[in-house]
């Protein structure tokens, strides 16, 4: 008892330990996850070897029971000491306490400092999940505050003061912002509206497509609007002077995304599966989904007399309420779609979003076998590997297996499970007359099955040494009668025909229908694989004409070219890099080829204009002749994302066997000459 309780001390002292690290290192985490780790480690390694628990005595131990159990009468040190070691007095006094000891189960408060532990590391984890919200959330401020800083510039000159509002469509359901900055980001679609305080005597917008809004001025107010579409940029005019570029972000619309976790994208029912299949899905989308529908197509019929009804099917769910998100479940009930043995059902699922964007999902298809077509001998004269035979028993276990269903309720309980019974001996006879044409063995032979060995291997023959002494026999890879993909549908035949007889087995025979209609099934495809037809053709060559055999004339013979540019494009880019860097020495770089890159760069701006729009009015500065180091290198950080190396085309290069042919044909030439 004393040295469990020693245990017990000691695995609460650790797990102390760990609880009070791990709830400071939570603490610190919030700011870095690194950091807390580093402080949960050396926090735990510190008071583990500060402490050392499992330096604790037994003998403390027992000091502690005396302290705590008055009954131990302070002999809890008895059990410590030897038998041999105790006298008289101490041997009475150890029997005495000894049903004391045994029954002895620690105080509550043992473990009082280790749930308050808990308790402050359950307060830790709480403030951590609160903190880390916080901290994120300030971080991305600061990012965005960060990309907004480096994009924002202060207003151009003569204008007082400038407000921008941005109304997104009412579809997003997201409210208007007004901003005092001329850098728009919004919503695809969004109506901007600038009202532009200034004493000019015009303004004007000029975007990077070329397109200019007029303001209109009433009061010294100058007020237009325009919907945003797509990224880029513009200028702001006033009486003719341009200002720098600011950016226009556009958050664009995406297409709701639809997934189908049930069914299968294929499914086949056999006879006497249930003919309903939940149907789960589901819809995402930015801003919201508006409607989802389950448009299906039954095909029915065969060859030339294929039919087509379409039908759509509706979810229980409320799309009025235009989440953003909805899982999506139903009942795809084929009776009531009124389908047929042999028909077939293809459907997806379209939804459509708040902005009547829709998506579809990929094409589902349902199947029900057609068993009648299975029960039918037609065909069965023509060409077949397998004997036929074979076939009508596999139909005549169906049967049966019907007709027993049939007379469930006639028979007896006995009678019923004793027919079941038979019909699984029917089906393993069966199955092992399948084996026997992918080389199995039967499963009677007994141990005394012996071979012949007269011949003595002869000496290193690893390969007869083992067959001498293994007892091999015919392995189903071995077997050579057919094709591996007719011998692996055999396989999936026989795997069929041992669960529908594990099913009889059990006087489960409405569950051994599918599988025996599977097995069947399997089997007529197999029978139609079998067949092959190859026409005779007719042909009709072309006469040779001797006087033009081995001459070697190719003049007439135009081959086709294939011409591929093999290098990449050349680029002004790495030769502005350099200027630029010339530039900072001092030097005079080529006009030219900086105008030539900042074209290059407008067109990046266009498309990413919180990217390369510092780079551009960086170059912009530049052309004009304001030299400042750090619009140089705003405008090489630019261009550096840009330098991207095309990729190398394959080229054919002439070998020695081309040089050869031309020798071959050259000699040629000249021996007929």
Do not use: C
């Not at 027992?62 to 159990?69: C, G, M, R, S, V």
């Not at 800083?149 to 579809?171: F, N, Q, W």
């Amino acid at each position: 008892m004393i040295e469990q309780i020693r245990n017990k001390w000691v695995r609460k002292q650790v797990l102390l330990y760990l609880l009070l690290s791990l709830g400071l290192s939570l603490l610190v985490a919030i700011f870095s996850i690194t950091i807390g780790v580093l402080v949960f480690i050396s926090l735990f390694a510190l008071l583990l070897l500060l402490y050392r628990p499992w330096q604790l005595r037994p003998g403390d131990v027992a000091i502690y029971l005396n302290q705590q159990f008055p009954e131990l009468e302070n002999s809890a040190g008895l059990f410590l000491k030897e038998d041999g070691a105790l006298n008289l007095l101490e041997h009475l006094q150890a029997d005495k306490i000894r049903p004391v000891i045994d029954s002895v189960s620690l105080p509550r408060r043992f473990y009082r400092d280790v749930k308050q532990a808990a308790f402050l590391l359950l307060g830790a984890l709480f403030i951590f999940a609160i903190g880390s919200f916080w901290v994120d959330a300030k971080k991305k401020e600061r990012i965005t505050t960060g990309i907004n800083a480096s994009l924002e510039k202060p207003l151009p000159a003569g204008i007082t003061s400038v407000k921008v509002r941005i109304e997104p469509p009412a579809y997003t359901g997201v409210s208007a912002k007004e901003q005092a900055s001329l850098n728009i980001t919004g919503e695809e679609d969004a109506l901007v509206t600038w009202e532009i305080t200034s004493e000019g005597k015009s303004v004007e917008l000029r975007f990077n497509d070329s397109s200019l809004v007029n303001l209109k001025n009433n009061d010294g107010v100058w007020r237009a609007a325009r919907r945003i579409s797509k990224n880029g940029f513009y200028q702001v005019v006033l009486d003719g002077n341009s200002s720098e570029f600011y950016a226009v972000n556009v958050v664009h619309d995406r297409r709701p995304v639809v997934s189908v976790s049930a069914p299968k994208p294929f499914v086949a029912l056999e006879y006497g599966e249930s003919l309903k299949l939940p149907l789960q899905a589901a819809v995402t989308d930015d801003y919201g989904i508006s409607s989802a529908v389950v448009y299906a197509t039954i095909a029915s019929g065969s060859g030339e007399g294929v039919k087509f009804r379409e039908e759509q099917l509706s979810f229980p769910a409320d799309f009025a309420a235009k989440r953003n998100s909805y899982q999506l479940m139903r009942t795809l009930d084929l009776a009531a779609l009124h389908m047929q043995p042999g028909d077939e059902l293809y459907f997806y699922l379209r939804a459509t979003d708040t902005r009547g964007q829709e998506s579809r999902s990929d094409i589902q298809i349902v199947t029900l076998a057609d068993t009648t077509e299975l029960m039918s001998f037609d065909g069965m004269i023509a060409g077949v590997n397998i004997k036929p035979e074979y076939f009508r028993s596999q139909r005549q276990i169906i049967i049966e297996t019907e007709q027993l269903l049939r007379e469930k309720d006639t028979i007896t309980i006995t009678r019923f499970k004793d027919h079941s019974n038979e019909l699984g001996t029917d089906q393993k006879l069966l199955r092992l007359r399948y084996g026997k044409f992918l080389g199995e063995e039967s499963e009677t032979y007994g141990e005394d099955h012996d071979h012949d060995h007269d011949e003595t291997p002869a000496f290193g023959d690893a390969k007869a040494i083992m067959e001498e002494f293994s007892h091999q026999h015919d392995n189903a890879e071995d077997a050579t009668f057919f094709e591996p993909a007719v011998k692996q549908q055999l396989k999936a035949v026989l795997n069929e025909m041992w669960k529908a007889e594990l099913q009889l087995r059990l006087a489960k025979p409405r569950e051994a229908l599918p599988f025996e209609y599977r097995a069947l099934r399997l089997l007529k495809d197999l029978q139609q694989k079998s067949r092959a037809y190859v026409g005779k053709t007719g042909t009709k060559t072309t006469p040779l004409k001797p006087e033009k055999r081995l001459t070697g004339a190719q003049d007439k013979i135009d081959p086709a070219r294939l011409q591929r540019n093999t290098t990449p494009a050349e680029t002004p880019i790495p030769k502005a890099l350099a200027a630029l860097e010339l530039l900072k020495s001092g030097g005079k770089p080529d006009a030219v080829l900086l105008q030539e890159v900042t074209l290059l760069v407008a067109n990046k701006a266009a498309m990413e204009p919180s990217v390369y729009l510092p780079a551009l009015e960086a170059l912009k500065k530049i052309n004009a002749g304001q030299v400042l180091e750090k619009d140089i290198n705003a405008a090489q950080r630019g261009l550096q994302r840009m330098n991207e190396q095309a990729p190398l085309l394959p080229v054919l290069t002439p070998g020695r066997s081309g040089a050869l042919s031309a020798l071959y044909f050259s000699n040629l030439q000249n021996k007929k000459q």
